[in-house]
């Protein structure tokens, strides 16, 4: 904790201020953490902090209770100052039960806080926990360097709920609103927002809501009449740039990215999807904006998904679908089809650890290769990456331009991190957005009124023809088509002409594209580190820091990946050394190799979780020093 | 839903969906049949040409789309009913046709059949069942009988085939047809319904591949022995078949039976009546494929099985639209992006 400023208030406890926090909480997948975390995010945002979060969770719905394997965190990052990643050690720790504790002790700062249940802590969890016979780390001094709180949360939670009539599991569920309330006393935050969600979200059973929130306001009474809290903390409102904010998971802002880039085109948006984690919620909340001209289909499976939104882009909309690598891997096919065609279509993959099953709740960037490679044939695609979680929304907005101005699909990738975390955002107004153009063919392009689906303009774009439309029936399909005509052609020269126009084709929206820039640091120097998607927070804070240190680095993150900036080879030439940090064994590294044949260095991650600042800190230094 | 023509316009012909590529099936194909008939009906059917969609999965019978003079896609294997799952959403007012064989429709896309015809788009389509592979040069498929000698299966196939019509049934289709190619007048009459039902008519037409099954389906046509081997099914009208007409199906509680009527006492009113509303009839119908039943071969039956009508998945999808936007109007995007909790940093 960065702090600054002590002063008496209230309660006895003194009220400390603090630059920035990391909370963990962290519990049994049961234990509502999830929940917690995002109420507590909400109002540390609604109250003007920066921020960032990491939902870290089992794969597991119901993993198995008590165990290590089954503990769910949340951690929030909030401050005073800018925020660009979740923290890499955190300075409370809320553990409802000792597989918690153990989980996250190993990344609690020293000295920091520990919120502890202890009915989490009977012979029963700590056997499920892995801790030995006879061994309690509550009480045999291995947490003495930390200041530990030990509240019987589940004990406190049933006598204040002892008359609401509510059977013994319901007031039980009801503990984590306990520790919310706590929290919120600790560091001097309103329960005001989550008093309200908690009424907008029991509205039809008003016995709940009022358990939950005389548990909420028990734990705030509790951190404010008891003499066990010595110190509460304060973090100040954020001085962000002026304007309008709200707080954004990635997920969300694709959604609604997606929907404005319908909006403004005019286009209806199909969404094409089938069930799959992390990439679910855009399908959940997409289906919401159903009044918007939105059309979402839940397909039998991912290929169907896919096909379903390459009809419905041929028929004119905007045809959307999302998935996560092993959707993918099924879709391949399907997109090899559009490719072929020509047509627009936006594929969001929202990566996982893989490879298979993998980790499917944890972070990776590890489909990259793919994005690039994996279909068959000579087919290469644009391919584009979201940074952040509120990136996401100005990135797919710049998929759904490409894929309509090109005429091609799109790969848009997000990952597990960005896609659930959080972050507040200076979100814009309609009348801000980019211009998409769109046209529709709706006459006869070819000499003596002859239709050439096939004929390109400056770009190398072919038109978009609807069916419906008067004179123009013509066929397409997956066969090699004869230049122009669109006619099935097994030509061997006129194969050659048609691979090359649709690499070229795709090579050509590096000139829509703008120049890559310095994101921090000098234009040149010693050390670049060049990044893609989430890394971005994690590479910026490091960064900034050493060159806070005075070391000679500089930063420089992708959106654009395929093609790339028309600029980047002259901007790494810069550099003596060019590192590359990835959630990967090296996939950004052998593209800019072989692109630019420099030789650049890696830094590679690949633990389902994301980076934190030290690691990059870390070989950073080793470089410069 | 189809638009009907502007009345003022000259009635199209045959020829006018002929596309300009030259057909390129194998001589003596059934599918040169299934195309004539096709373009036959379509004049008569009343819907502007760039109003017809045929999507197309692979195989031979997947070329299809390429002869016709209308919108097309010839996509990728067993997918066609995927992707016009996608056009049908965005714009229902088209007029879709699918195009497959029974590899492409049964077997690598048995899952997006099964599903298509338990959302019951209004949309059509017609499974060209040669039971074999063609285009990959003659290996056993999922429709192939049971025993089948082909390229894969040089000791004959150990497999059950599909019953396309009880495969259909099962999945809840609203609609489903069985006819041939050999038969014009029956395959237009045939695909005239399948237009007239709005949700999925299911049409299955057995089609000779001259060069690698000839003449699985000949006994369903041959004069000599058509009259024994089929049953042309007719709403309201009894099962009749053999040579003079001269053989009835009537129902023994659940049970077909096979009545002879020169020597039965019973006429042909007292034979089962085909209801082609009456599922539980059209299972059993469904079923004689199989010879499932004692009392000797049941003849195939050809016609509309069963015919149901039940919301179509687009109006369903499109009327919850309309309705939520009734009740609760259209959000501003400015709404949207801004979301319900904003703070302003002053
Ligand atoms: S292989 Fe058989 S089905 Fe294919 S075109 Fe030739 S005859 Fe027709």
């Known amino acids: 904790m960065e702090q600054t400023l002590d002063n008496k208030v209230g309660s006895n406890a003194q009220l400390i201020d603090a630059e920035s926090i990391v909370i963990r909480f962290s519990g049994d997948s049961g234990d509502g953490m999830q929940l917690t975390g995002m109420q507590f995010t909400d109002t540390a945002a609604l109250l003007g902090n920066d921020l960032a979060t990491f939902p870290d969770y089992p794969a597991e719905i119901r993993a198995p209770v008590g165990t290590t394997a089954g503990v769910s965190g949340f951690q929030v990052h909030f401050g005073s100052r800018e925020i660009y990643t979740p923290g890499d050690q955190f300075d409370v720790l809320v553990a409802m039960n000792s597989a918690a504790l153990k989980v996250d002790l190993p990344r609690l700062k020293k000295g920091g806080v520990i919120i502890t249940n202890i009915a989490g802590f009977d012979k029963k969890n700590l056997n499920l926990a892995g801790y030995p016979d006879g061994v309690n780390p509550l009480n045999d001094g291995s947490l003495e360097n930390y200041i530990v709180h030990k509240l019987d949360v589940t004990k406190l939670t049933k006598e204040c709920l002892s008359d609401s009539g509510l059977g013994m599991k319901e007031i039980e569920r009801s503990k984590n609103m306990f520790v919310l309330g706590l929290l919120f006393w600790m560091f001097d935050e309103t329960m005001e927002y989550t008093i309200t969600f908690i009424n907008e979200k029991f509205g039809k059973k008003p016995e709940i809501a009022a358990a939950n929130i005389k548990a909420l306001k028990a734990g705030w009474n509790f951190g404010d009449h008891t003499e066990i809290f010595t110190t509460r903390y304060k973090v100040s409102a954020a001085s962000l740039p002026k304007g309008e904010y709200r707080n954004i998971t990635g997920n969300h802002a694709t959604a609604i990215g997606l929907v404005a880039a319908s909006e403004m085109t005019q286009l209806p948006l199909f969404l094409g999807s089938y069930p799959i984690t992390p990439a679910s919620d855009i399908l959940h909340d997409l289906s919401k904006y159903k009044t918007s001209n939105v059309r979402t289909f839940q397909a039998e499976d991912e290929i169907a998904a896919i096909c379903g939104a390459i009809g419905a882009s041929y028929t004119g909309s905007l045809g959307v679908t999302t998935t996560s690598g092993p959707g993918m891997a099924l879709k391949t096919e399907a997109i090899g089809l559009a490719t072929m065609l020509e047509i627009p279509l936006v594929i969001i993959d929202v990566q996982r650890g893989g490879p298979s099953t993998g980790l499917p709740t944890k972070t990776e960037q590890s489909d990259l290769l793919m994005a690039m490679y994996s279909r068959h044939g000579e087919s290469p695609l644009p391919v584009i990456a979201a940074s952040s979680p509120s990136d996401c929304f100005q990135t797919v907005y710049e998929a759904c331009r490409i894929a309509i101005e090109h005429m091609t699909p799109v790969i848009f990738l997000s990952d597990g991190y960005i896609a659930n975390g959080s972050e507040p955002w200076r979100f814009p107004v309609a009348a801000d957005l980019p211009k998409i153009n769109v046209s529709f063919l709706t006459e006869a392009n070819g000499p003596d009124g002859s239709l050439l689906p096939y004929k390109r303009n400056d770009l190398l774009v072919r038109p978009w023809i609807k069916p419906g439309t008067e004179g123009l029936m013509h066929r397409i399909g997956g066969l090699e088509k004869q230049n122009e005509t669109g006619n099935v052609s097994y030509d061997a020269k006129n194969h050659e002409i048609m691979t090359h126009l649709r690499a070229e084709k795709v090579e050509k929206i590096a000139e829509t594209i703008p120049p890559i820039t310095v994101d921090s640091g000098k234009d040149s120097g010693k050390l670049l580190v060049l990044g893609w998607g989430s890394t971005a927070g994690a590479i910026k804070t490091a960064v900034r820091e050493c060159i806070g240190l005075g070391y000679d680095v500089s930063h420089v993150h992708l959106r654009h990946i395929n093609p790339f900036p028309k600029n980047l080879g002259e901007v790494l030439g810069k550099f003596d050394t060019v590192l590359i940090p990835e959630m990967n064994t090296g996939q950004l590294l052998k593209l800019i190799r072989a692109k630019y044949l420099i030789p650049a260095i890696g830094l590679s991650k690949v633990q389902g979780q994301p980076y934190t600042t030290i690691e990059l800190k870390e070989k950073i230094l080793e470089i410069l020093k | ?346």
């Not at chain 2, 096709?38 to 002869?67: H, M, N």
């Not at chain 2, 009327?319 to 959000?331: D, S």
Request: hydrophobic share 35%; charged share 25%.
């Open chain 2, 1 to 346: 839903m189809t638009t009907a023509a502007d009345q003022s316009m000259p009635k199209l012909t045959a020829k006018d969906f002929a596309s300009t590529q030259e057909v390129k099936w194998c001589p003596g194909c059934g599918d040169y049949s299934i195309l004539k008939q096709v373009q036959t009906v379509f004049p008569d059917l009343g819907i502007p040409k760039e109003d017809i969609v045929f999507i197309s999965g692979i195989g031979c019978a997947a070329r299809f789309t390429y002869y016709m003079d209308t919108y097309g896609m010839h996509s990728i294997h067993g997918r066609a009913a995927a992707i016009a799952s996608g056009v049908k959403i965005s714009n229902p007012e088209l007029s879709v046709w699918l195009v497959s064989g029974d590899g492409d429709a049964f077997s690598i896309g048995g899952n997006h059949f099964i599903h298509l015809m338990r959302k019951n788009f209004d949309m059509n389509y017609l499974v060209f069942n040669n039971q074999i592979y063609g285009l990959t040069k003659g290996q056993y498929s999922p429709t192939s009988e049971k025993g089948k000698v082909a390229k894969s299966t040089p000791f004959g196939s150990v497999e059950e085939p599909f019953n396309p019509t009880e495969l259909a049934l099962g999945a809840k289709s609203s609609f489903v047809a069985r006819t041939m190619d050999r038969d014009p007048k029956h395959l237009q009459a045939m695909l005239k319904r399948a237009h007239e039902h709005k949700g999925t008519s299911f049409v299955e037409i057995y089609q000779n591949c001259a060069v690698f099954n000839d003449g699985a389906f000949f006994s369903f046509s041959d004069k000599e022995t058509k009259k024994e081997t089929a049953i042309f099914l007719e709403h309201g009208k009894p099962l009749i078949f053999g040579d003079n007409n001269d053989k009835g199906i009537r129902l023994d509680g659940l049970k077909p039976v096979i009545v002879d009527l020169n020597t039965s006492g019973l006429s042909a009113n007292d034979m089962w009546i085909h209801d082609e509303k009456d599922k539980t009839k059209a299972h059993i119908i469904g079923s004689f494929f199989d010879s499932a039943f004692e009392g000797g071969h049941f003849p195939r039956p050809f016609g509309v099985i069963y015919t149901e009508d039940r919301p179509t998945f687009e109006d369903g999808l499109h009327n919850q639209i309309q309705e939520l936007i009734a009740r609760k109007g259209k959000p501003a995007l400015d709404k949207i992006l801004s979301g319900d909790k904003t703070w302003t940093i002053l």
